[in-house]
Nanobody, 112 residues
């Protein structure tokens, strides 16, 4: 029900935009998580249905969450990327009954 796109190889300091199609139009939260090799999955950003957006400290000021309701798509604009941003990125939605839905991951590699 979630399908993510846009991962790839990007140089340090570069930009990349991830997209995720959400096949539902009712949710209590949307967001992105990431999992680096050997590490636990961690929150990148969460957007609540009330309109609040919360970013992880590691990405504040560099990543921006947005969504296009007409296209049922959410985005993660990544700028000034660092090697530490290398991870598999997962889009996420929480249904009104708090059931989480995960998209398949998309690999982002930051390397020169």
């Amino acid at each position: 029900q979630l399908q993510a796109f846009g991962g790839g190889l990007v140089q340090p300091g570069g930009s990349l935009r991830l997209s995720c199609v959400v096949s539902r139009n009712m949710f209590s939260a949307l967001g992105w998580y990431r999992q680096a090799p050997g590490k636990q999955r961690e929150l990148v950003v969460v957007y609540s249905a009330s309109g609040t957006t919360t970013y992880a400290d590691a990405v504040k000021g560099r990543f921006i969450f947005s969504k296009d309701s007409a296209k049922n798509t959410m985005y993660l604009q990544m700028t000034s990327v660092k090697p530490d941003d290398t991870a598999v990125y997962y889009c996420y939605a929480k249904l009104p009954n708090n059931t989480p839905i995960w998209g398949q991951g998309t690999q982002v590699t930051v390397s020169s």
